[in-house]
Structures are given as C-alpha cells and as structure tokens.
C-alpha cells in the first residue's frame, strides 16, 4: 500500500535521518538514568522511561522503557503543564507526579522540560520519569494496595511544580522532598539523574536545531507522526474484522473483598483501519490503591494492543490516532478522580486491564493477540526493611527483584521466562542473589523455576518461579501486593492456565502456612518467606504443540514427563523418546474430551 | 631479539580474508588471503606463502626470521556462538539451578515477541546441584556433601560430559567448597578440563562469575587441539620464535596461558584496533583522544581511546545483549552494529527508507557482485555514486556490474520514494553515515568522550565510504585513514604488550573504609602482577601495574573504575584521594556528580603490563604501487556527478596538502572526501584529513 504522498528526495532522506537522530537522543537520555540512577528500582528495575513531546504535547519518540510509562500518558502530562503554564520559558524544569493531571502514579517522579529556541519560542518538551524507592507513603512502600484513599497513601503530590528556574534549582521544593521522603539521599541522587537526562534531552535538541534548523524539525515532526499512522493504519487492516469482550478479576484485596471484575469490550475494523476499546462498562473506583489513573487506563488498553500487532508499528501519537480507548470517570479502570487512591496503578489492575485486551485480541482471530502475562506483585519482588546488624545497627528499606513471573505465549513464541509483568514487558533486571545478601540481611535459599507451573499451550505460557528467603540475625518485614494467588493467568484460543501465585512462610519446624496476600509479614530468624511467582498463560491447545518442543520441555526439566502425557498428549518411554502411536492416541482422546466439553 | 633481521608478524582471521602484517627494519606491509572456513591455520599458511612470495624468499627463510609471531582468532567466539563446544557439565550451589538459565533478567524490545527466551549456556539437564553453602561473610552455613558429590561424579561420567564448570555462591569470598570440588573432579574425572569460578573471574555476582567458568570450561579441549595444530604447523613450515595470543583486553599472552584460559581470547578480535588506532593518532596527529571505526563487510565496530587509555567493560556479550552469553571477563569497549558494504536498503509500507539489519554477506553479496543479489545494498549505492572503481575494486581483487547496481537502487529505492536514483544511493550513504554516527554516539556517550575533541580512525576495508561523512557529522576535525587500515587490527596485534588483569573482592565503603584488608587485596594483586611478570621472563620490577577500583555511589549497580594513586592506603588522606577520583570521575562520565556522597567499592584489580622487549612499535608503512592521479565521474553533494580526481595514497607527498572533493585510493579502500577538506599524508603514511571546521549554515 502506499497512501503517503510523494516527497521530495531531500523530505525521504530526512525522515529517516531525523529519526534516528531522535531514538538516539531518547537513548542517551535513557542510558544517562540507568547509569546514573540510584535506587535499585531505578538502576536494577529500569523503572523508568523518557521520551520527546512535540510543543503541543504529542508523544513523538518514545525508546526502550517498561510500556505502562510512556504509551498513554506523557501527552496528558505535557499538557497540564501548558494549561498551568501557558507560558514556559528555557531554564525551566517541573515536577509532575500527579496521577491526577496525567501521570501514571505518585511514586513515578517525572521532570517536563520545554525546549524553547532563542526567540522563545517553545519548540518540543522532554520528559523523563523514573520510579522512586519511596514517595512519602504512610508506610515504606511505593505500591500501597491497603490506602483508601490519598490522605491514607500519603504520597507527596506534585501537580506541575517548578523545581528549576533559570537553570537553578528551587530549593524549597527540594528541601520539602528530604523532609518527607524516606533516605531521602537516595532519593536526591536519583532526582539528580532524572533531572540531568532531561537536561542532555534539551541539550540535544537544541544542538540538533542548530545543525538543521528548528522548521524541519517541525517538518519531521509532523511527517514521522503521519508515518506512524500509516503504518498503524496498514498493520490494522491485515486484522480480520471483529468484536470480543473478555472478562477477567483481580483477586480478593484489603477494602475489595470481592476482588474487582473487569470486562474489555474490543472492535477490530480494518476497513476503517481502526481499533475501538470500551472500559465504561466497570464498576466505579474502589476503597482502595488498586485504581487506575487515566494514563494507566489508557497505556494498559494500547499496551495489549501493540502486544498483539507487528512490533516495529512506532509507538507515539500518530499510531495512537487509530485506537480509540473510552474511559470513564471515576472507574476504576478508567479516570480516577482526586483523592482515589492510584497507588499500585502502573502494576495490578493494568496488569489485569492488558492481558484483558490481548486476550480479546486473540479471539478476534488466529495468529494474533496473546494469552494473560503472569501478574502480581510477589513476596519476591517485595520492600523488605528492618535492622542491620551486621556492622552496628542502620534501618533498611528496599525492593528486591529475586523472581518475576512468567510471559504469555504467543503466535510467534512460548512465554519470556523473565517478563515480571505485562506494564514492564520484562524490560525490568533480575537481583542477583549475591548482590541481594551484600545489600541487606538476607539469605536467598532458593531460586528455580516451578516445574509444571507454565499454562499449557501450542505456545506455552512460561513457568512461575520458586524463591525462598529470610533474614540474617533479625527480623526482616516485607510488604508487597501479589495477585494472581486466587484468579491464575488466563490461556488464550484454547490454551491453559498459568499456576496460581503463592505467598507462605517456612516455620523454624519447617511446616509451610500461607501469608497475608498483600503484607506486610514479619519473618522471624529462622523463618523463610516463600514466593511462588505467576505462571504465564498458554496460546493454542495443548495438543496442538510440537511434541518435539515438548521432549525438550521434559528434557530440560521444564514439565514432568506425566505432564507432557495429561496435558499435552506426548507419551515418552523411559529413555524420554516419543511413543508416537501412544502419542497420537493420546492427542486424539484429549481432543474428544475437549469436543465433549464444548 | 630485537636484531635488524629480526621481524614480527601478526596474523587475523576474519570472516572473509585472513590479514597478515609483517613489520621488518623499514615498517609494516599488509597481506590478504581468503579465509579457509574449515581449515583456518591453511588460511595462515596461504597468506604467508602470499608474503613470501611478494618478497621473494622461501617461505621457511621468512618465518625463520620471526621473533614473534601474534596471532587473533575468532574461532573460540564461532565455537560458542554455533553451539559447537564441549559438551560442559555445570555444578552450582544447592537451590540455584538455575543462575545460567536467568542470566539478569530484562528484554531488549518490550514489544517484540518474536524472540523466544534464550536457552541456558549449559542445559539444565547437565546441570548438577551441590549441597553446600557459604554466606556473603565467607561463613560455612552448610559444609559441603562430599557423599553426594561423589554420587554427582558417578552422573557426570554417565553423562560423558567433556568439560566441567564449577561456579558456587560466595566462592570469592571463602574458595573452600570450589577447591575441594576442584579436587574430587580430578580425581573421578582425569583428563575432563574444569574450570572453578572463583580462580577464573574473582568478582561478584554470581550469572557473571558461572557464565565465565560455563564458556571457559567449554573452550578448553577445542582450543587446546587448536593450539597444538597452529603450533605445530607453524613449527614444521620453519617458525622458531614466540607465538602470542590477542586477548579481549587488548594485550597479548602467551600461547600456553590461552590454552590454560581460553576465555580471555574469546573478543580478540575487535580488541587490537583501538591499539593501533591509539598508535596512528599519536603518531599522526599527537592525539590520544580518539574514537576507532573498523569497518568491515557485514558489521561496523567502534572503539575508543580516552587520554591514552582503552576502556574496558566488564559486560561485553557473546552473542546479542541479553540473549546471549556474557563472558564477565574485562573485554574492550566495543559497539558493534550491523550495518557494513553488504547492508540492504528497502523501504517499508510507510514510505520510510532503511538500511539494514538484513545483509546480502558475501554470498550472493550486493547486486554489483553479479552473484545473482537482487537487493540494492550499500555497495551498491557507493558504486552508482562513482566512489568505487568497477574494474578495480579491493585493489584489483574483483570487477563490478555498475549497471546491476543502478537497477537494485532504482526498483527497489528510487522507484518506491518517487526520486531519481542518484538521489536515492545518497540517500542509502546518508542514512548509514547515520547509523554509524549512532553506534559512535552511544559509546562516547557512555564513555565521557566529546567526539568533537576526538580524532576519527577509520579502519576496515569499508572504511572509506563513510569516514569523511561521519568525522564531519560528529564534528571530528581529523580524521586519520592509516595506510594498514584495512588491517587495523592485525597491525595493533604488532604493537601490543604482554597483559593480565587480576582482580580481588574486598567491598569496603570510604565512610567506614576497611583498610587492612584493602591493603592485603592490594598486596596480593601487586604480588599476583610481578608473578606474571616473573613467568613472562623479565624481572618484576620491568613490569608496570596498575591498581585501580570498581566503585560506585550507595545503591549503584553499575560501578565505574577509578586508577588508584597509592599502592597501599596509609591512611584517611589517601581514602579521601580515592573519593575524590570517584567524584570526579562520576561528573565526567555521566555528567553529574554528588561530592557528599559516600563512594563503595565493589571490588580492586591490577592491570599488569610487561613490554614485549623484541617489540619496537613501529607504526610506518611504506606506500605502495601506482602514483598515477586519474578522474572519474562522482557524486559531490550540492554539485550532482562530476568529475573528481582520484588519488592514490602513494602519489600524495609529505608537505603538500590537497583538497576536496577527491577519491583517495589507499590499499584495499577508497576514500570518500565530498566536501573541501584538506588531505595530507602524515608521519607514519596514514592519509590524514581535516575536515571543515565551520558547521553548517544555520537557518535561525
């Protein structure tokens, strides 16, 4: 197809030189935070993201970052910040936490900078954001799924504040922030890098304007979104046309003892080029942290949607164009108003919100959309503080990262062991046991995959994984919010299940007892924390899978041998090869089962 | 040694042509002969008689002069990238099955879901759990099962595994368990080469460390058969001198040692540019900020010098980042992308132009090849640009079918973008200059290095399609193409020293520094460097150590390395010095700084470096062949095709600058220079080029 206008040999050479130049800015913009941040969620987690805005606050490069950040919301936030200031000039820097003005949540800490020409002119906004170890919470976590409201969260809220003027910093600000931030150096130095990544952002542009003049860049600006919409438009119109709506619920929490359905309805029009996301159908918010801000509401919804399309569509304004995302106010998967609480709303209910919709996607027809990615936030990726006292005796508060849950399968691949969540994409690192015990006071006792935990598939989901730890010489206290225990990880187009996430103690006699879902738990010396993570959901039947796929699974240790038999139809002999009569009777009878079912 | 007489030779595999450089009393000559896949010490063999035969003298005669004989070899990097190790067991701490399966975690595209999730180096079906366990004080909070290690060993030779690696947790900090471990296998399994972690890569984190021990372990009878074939059939064709190993850090080592150590020749390959491009600035221009460009047929590697030094990672990759195997051994920075001659231009549904990733390689290679390649490729577009010789490319080695390379740029860019075919082959070199510049950014970036400061080697046999183009985009005011260029590194093989790098785990913090077992780390790095230079044959004090740490602010996971000014701490001054250094050092990489800040080390090492006494790094290469200065018709940016002169390098005379726009032919490589700028031969032959200094005309 080739809806674009012909261009002049200059226009054509450009596009793509220019956006490169762009991803390249977007990158040193984000290599200088994960080097330079401080937290371990900053620097381990890469929770954190930047991206270029256009002077009216259109997202128009976006890099490699955790997509719950940077789809849906940096527009809104670019936005308030010219409703606040109409005017802004060079030297300027905000701050934006608000999930109220477009934000994703409270402990996402990012800085707007407008980029403004000699004349001053404003010209684009860079933004960088960047998940803080703490934000002010009435306890130290970053995810509080217990608040009822804000008050309770107690997050600082910073709706579109001045933190530089001139280049200098607004002190007053800062000092506010050490005064209610917990180990509040750590959070200066990781303001520090996020304000020094905008900076090299603005940086850039400007040099770039320099070199080929702020009116191509407009130029640019305005071809590479069309571009971008071109190429939306075109990887739509290979969908088959359809509707599905998908239902899935969060389970069980502080201040929502029914857990939270939640219901997707999904339209595929690929004569129009379009796709149409219904969320007003859903209950309005909740008593509790899990709300989801219009930014996440909005980013989870593209999210399950750029899952399920071809990966090289850009992400920004122009191919947001032809997605239609309908929210509601005041839903709790929709626009959350001041003072719900948004506390966990870039992990749990956007979690639950994108699997939906890849789900529905699936069903609109074969070889696209994806199962459910395993979801929750595990004891094993916990806040865990207490004392340390292997040289005198100093406080600890930090988030590990010692296991993540498993991916969804797909059409094109099984579940990415490592993927944590859906919003992360499982861009986020992984602890490494020894750094974890250097740190803190901990003993990592066992980390593996959980054999048979994966939901079964043509392409498997991937397994959930098997973490145990405890304290060195105190007590060790851990807060986190695990779904996923109660309601597992859906399959999709006839694929199974993930295992259900589990959170127990080992007692000092050794007996296992479950634990509250969300924390915060006390683990005695002696005692062990137990954290099963998610297994990811499977795509396609399970007997529908390349059974050679499934003698490695065995091989490896991935799935039992009486696994591969129940679930998948693969009958091996002892010496692991495939019994192919066995094999075949087997997959037949599985499949009239299934036809009985139906 | 060191005679008249004596000369040294070095020798690089690369995919397509295996290079020689022979450097003798008068300076260094290049050499070139295809690669032999399947027999690469033939392709040794092949290029030697190549220079015994261009210098007319029995080949026997001409190694018998060799005093040492360098030698890069991709072939442990092929071995792990193809899968084609030892089949290696791995034994790990009881309940960490799985440190080689989840490497750090993290994805390189979030939405690309495509890439399946890679396999474990070792399989999990090989890998054996030991009960055991030492905590981070180097405590035994379990004592090692040597029953069931026995019973381990029963498994493992059932398994027939050909090579073992050992990596258990907190092995840095109390080795017992490893060695104990070490010693059962060579008591149940003779002759199946290990490889303990704690020995091979003493520093934390326990994927790095197991991932080391996993591929050197793997290496160890590959390289051993190897290196007694290469040796013995150098010997036998009349080679009597040393034979030295180029490391991924950029030195060189004994054969013995690489056999005992595999590993550490793994990146050899890109590591000797930066060498050499560190030689041809100094010589050339007298700077020792420079950013190396090896340009090469499929992939485009940059390296860097940064006042004088070549920085080092310790997170260099086989294979993709992340889903490939990291070798967690001090490597050379080095930025690889695929974008060389053979990259394909095409232009996607949206009407955007690309180059790459795909490549036509050499088979069926650009359309111009006439091998049958349809796409249009980045030779191709140089080609219809005029800035290749079709009746004489790679200095005579091949003709090209110019108008095969009009009809791929045509149909499959110009005819798509609606624009003439001119336009659209500089559209393909503006966007790979792109790409190029992108690659050199990003490690700059995350080097602290202003390219606008620096001075631009181009290397590699695709070296001068672009150099001129990209030295001008990033603001290079030199630009140096040296006249062995198109073998950078073999020729930084020849200037190289003996090198080792030893590390030691001691985490310490300045607020509560712990200097008596700092001092004892340092003591035993220092006494660790003169053992190596006591077993390289010269007295330690002849040996250069340098200690430096791998430091970072409270909470940091990327660590950055800062030289140390003492040998040992006396007292808080010199732990103030090092905080300072750190500052400093944190403000120039990274940009900021937080002076009140706390600084943590991670761990300490020692950078030894033993000078090869029979080396007198010579960098000049004498020029060769026609001096005859022709025209050609060629694209000039602004002026469309015109006529251009066309240099050889041996026509240009010391003293006598010419201008731009000129093609410069220089061995093995054609140098684009499209703009004004002056060129001038320098010092050691390189062709040197200052670019203009004005930027271009601003709009606003």
Known sequence: MSEQPRSSAAESAQLAVLSHRFEAIVTRMQNTLARSGRSGVLNTARDFSCCILTADGDVLMTGQSPPIHVMGGPDLQARSMLEFYPEVHAGEAFLHNSPYHGNTHAADHSILIPVVDADGKHRFTVLAKAHQADCGNSIPTTYMASARDVYEEGALIFPVVKVQDQYRDCEDILRMCEMRIRVPEQWRGDYLAILGSARIGERALLQLADEVGWDALDVFSGKWLDYSEIRMASAIRKLPAGRAVTTTCHDPFPGVPEGIPIQVALEVDPVAGTIDVDLRDNIDCVPAGLNLSEATSRTAALIGIFNSIDHTVPHNQGSFRRVQVHLRENCVVGIARHPASTSTATTNLANRLGNAVQRAMAEIGPGIGMAEVGSGMSPSEAVVSGIDRREGSTPFVNQIFTGTNGGAGSPHSDGWLTMSDLGSGGTLLLDSVEIDELKQPILIHRRGIAVDTEGAGELRGAPGIDVEYGPVGGTLEAIYANDGSINAMAGAREGLPGAPSIQAKRTTDGTVEPVDICGPVRILDGERLLARTSGGGGYGRPTRRDPAAVVHDVREGWISRDRAAAVYGVVLDDALQIDVAATERRRTSLDNEELVKA | ?700
Request: hydrophobic share 45%; proline share 6%.
């Open chain 2, 1 to 700: 040694m060191g005679s008249e007489d004596t000369m040294r030779m070095s020798v690089d595999i690369g995919g397509t042509f295996t290079d020689l450089v022979v450097e003798d009393g008068t300076g260094l000559s290049l050499y070139k002969a295809p690669t032999v896949p399947s027999d690469p010490v033939q392709g040794i063999l092949d290029v030697l008689g190549t220079a015994a035969t261009a210098r007319d003298v029995p080949l026997a005669e001409l190694l018998g002069k060799v005093g040492a004989f360098v030698h890069a070899t991709t072939r442990g990097l092929n071995a792990v990238l193809t899968g084609n190790a030892a089949r290696t067991a791995f034994l790990t701490t009881a309940g960490h099955p799985d440190v080689l399966l989840l490497r750090e975690g993290g994805r390189q595209d979030a939405f690309d879901f495509t890439v399946p999730f890679p396999e474990p180096y070792v399989p999990r079906a090989l890998t054996f759990e030991v009960t055991e366990r030492i905590t981070s004080t180097g405590e035994v909070l379990t004592a090692l099962d040597l029953d069931a290690l026995e019973r381990t060993c029963d498994q493992l030779v059932a398994a027939d595994v050909e090579a073992i690696a050992v990596c258990l947790l907190w092995s840095t900090v109390n080795p017992e368990h490893e060695l104990a471990v070490g010693e059962v296998l060579d008591r149940r399994l003779p002759g199946v080469p290990h490889t303990l972690s704690h020995a091979l890569n003493p520093s934390l984190r326990e994927y790095r460390r197991a991932s080391s021990a996993a591929i050197d372990a793997s290496l160890k009878p590959l390289m051993s058969d190897y290196f007694s074939a290469l040796t013995e059939r150098l010997r036998d064709a009349g080679l009597r001198g040393r034979i030295l190993m180029v490391t991924s850090a950029g030195g060189v080592i004994d054969a013995a040692d690489a056999v005992a150590r595999p590993i550490l020749t793994i990146n050899s390959g890109p590591s000797m540019a930066p060498v050499a491009g560190r030689a041809y600035a100094l010589a050339d221009t007298g700077s020792d900020d420079v950013i190396v460009a090896d340009a090469g047929g499929t992939t485009y590697d940059v390296t860097l010098v940064r006042r004088g030094e070549i920085p080092s990672t310790r997170s260099a990759w086989v294979g993709d980042v992340g889903t490939g195997h990291m070798t967690g051994l001090p490597s050379i920075d080095v930025k690889s992308v695929g974008s060389g001659g053979g990259s394909i231009a095409w232009v996607d549904e949206g009407g955007l132009l690309h180059v790459g990733p795909q490549s036509a390689g050499s088979v069926p290679g650009p359309a111009c090849y006439g091998r049958g390649g349809r796409s249009a490729t980045v030779t191709d577009a140089a080609l219809v640009l005029g800035y290749l010789d079709a009746d004489g490319f790679s200095s005579g080695a091949m003709t090209l079918d110019a108008e095969a390379a009009v009809v791929a740029v045509k149909t499959s860019v110009a005819d798509v973008l609606g624009i003439d075919v001119i336009e659209a082959a500089d559209a393909i070199l503006q966007l790979t200059t792109e790409q190029m510049v992108r690659a050199i950014e990003e490690i700059t970036v995350g080097q602290g290095i202003d390219p606008a400061k620096a001075v631009l080697i181009g290397g590699g046999g695709a070296a001068g399609l672009n150099a001129h183009a990209v030295a001008e985009r990033l603001g290079c005011r030199t630009l140096v193409v040296p006249a062995v260029g198109a073998a950078l590194a073999a020729a930084g093989a020849l200037m190289s020293d003996l090198t080792a790098i030893y590390s030691a785990t001691a985490p310490t913090i300045t607020s509560s520094f712990a200097i008596e077992r700092v001092d004892a780390a340092l003591a035993e790095l220092v006494e660790q460097g003169r053992e190596f230079a006591r077993k390289a044959g010269v007295a330690p004090e002849e040996a250069t150590i340098a200690l430096f740490a791998e430091a970072r602010y409270p909470q940091q996971i990327w660590e950055l390395e800062v030289p140390l000014r003492v040998t040992a701490f006396a007292g808080p001054d010199d732990v103030a010095d090092l905080a300072e250094d750190f500052h400093r050092t944190h403000l120039e990489i990274l940009g900021i700084t937080d002076p009140a800040s706390p600084v943590e080390i991670v761990s300490w090492g020692a950078r030894v470096t033993v000078r090869l006494e029979e080396a007198n790094h010579q960098v000049g290469a004498l020029p060769r062949g026609s001096a005859e200065i022709t025209r050609r018709r060629a694209f000039v940016p602004g002026r469309g095709i015109t006529d251009v002169p066309v240099v050889p390098l041996a026509a240009m005379e010391p003293g006598r600058p010419v201008r731009g726009p000129l093609l410069v032919e220089a061995p093995f490589t054609t140098v684009v220079v499209a703009g004004d700028a002056q060129c001038r031969i320098g010092e050691s032959g390189s062709l040197v080029i200052e670019t203009e200094t004005d930027r271009p005309e601003k709009e606003d």
